[in-house]
């Protein structure tokens, strides 16, 4: 079934030519997220998601109330809701395989919503700028496509991509938004930054940085955070990057140098150094495969409580 807005299929082409003109509420939309001041989100209730992660659930769910992620520039962030059910799916893509990532937030929230008889598939997407690559317009044609070849209907609801997030200053262009946030028990889409990234915020980056594909962190069943196992090749240029000024790091790891918040190198640096100090991560971090498991304690914080898989 096509991709709706307002209760008509869209032409992905001329939205993805023409965002400004083609589908006026969506633009409004856009100016209403983009208006917003990005409201600080404690790790209270939280699953932070990272790049080329998704997390599922519900508004049963007892320990999250609240998905997001943030540190967007080139990256879009979707969230996929079933009005039914309330379930809710929140991922950071980047472009690396869109098609699968869209079938697998699409099933995460189908199979969450298999016991509700109404309600309908609603599609936020929300990231990227108008960068000198053009990687932005890149995923969001790439996302609207692949929305729009599922069997399901899918009616998109918030659009602030691109051309539609983009701000300019002295001749740069930037993200408006860099972060959202969705509360899974009011559905509600928020212009969102997170201090807290964790746990283990180093540790997931180091596998997105060695090529790892887009994975689910989350069993809301159990209500357990699930990092792992992991496994790369040696990284051996480790001490190369690390020897390099800020400069050097930003301009080369960055598919958009100007456009990063100011702790990118930072945690790139720490990215490089969990790489260096464990070259084989399934001997020092994850012997017999197995992951690290956590669950909010009573204070609403991540706290492992075992190595056991889910």
């Given at each position: 079934m096509p991709l709706m807005v307002s209760g008509q299929r869209v032409d992905v082409a001329q939205l993805a030519r023409q965002r400004l003109y083609a589908y006026p509420e969506l633009e409004e939309r856009a100016k209403l997220l983009r208006s917003q001041p990005a409201q600080t989100v404690g790790p209270r209730g939280l699953l932070y998601v990272q790049q080329r992660e998704f997390a599922a659930t519900t508004p049963k769910d007892g320990s999250v109330s609240i998905l997001g992620s943030d540190d967007a520039t080139t990256c879009h962030l979707v969230v996929l809701r079933h009005t039914g059910s309330g379930a809710t799916c929140l991922t950071h893509c980047d472009g690396s395989d869109t098609d699968n990532e869209v079938l697998?937030?699409?099933?995460?929230?189908?199979v969450l919503s298999s016991n509700t008889e109404y309600g309908r598939l609603e599609l936020h997407l929300v990231g990227g700028f108008?960068?000198?690559?053009?990687?932005?317009q890149q995923l969001t044609n790439q996302l609207l496509r692949a929305f729009d070849h599922l069997q399901d209907s899918v009616h998109l609801v918030t659009f602030c991509v691109t051309e539609l997030n983009d701000r300019q200053e002295k001749g740069n262009h930037y993200p408006h938004v860099y972060g959202i946030a969705a509360n899974v028990k009011t559905g509600e889409i928020f212009h969102a930054t997170f201090p807290d990234k964790g746990p283990e915020e180093d540790l997931r980056s180091a596998s997105t940085l060695t090529g790892a594909q887009m994975v689910n962190i989350y069993d809301s069943r159990k209500e357990q955070l699930c990092i792992g196992p992991y496994y790369w090749m040696p990284f051996h240029h480790a001490d190369f990057w690390l020897q390099q000024d800020d400069q050097y790091i930003l301009q080369n790891l960055s598919t958009s140098p100007l456009a990063e918040p100011p702790h990118f190198i930072s945690h790139i640096r720490a990215t490089l150094l969990c790489l260096k100090e464990h070259p084989f991560p399934d001997r020092?971090?994850?012997?017999?495969?197995?992951?690290?498991i956590y669950t909010k304690n009573e204070d609403g914080l991540w706290e492992r409580v075992s190595s056991e898989p889910i």
């Open positions: 697998l937030i699409t099933n995460a929230v189908r108008r960068d000198d690559r053009h990687l932005s020092t971090l994850f012997p017999g495969r197995k992951p690290w």
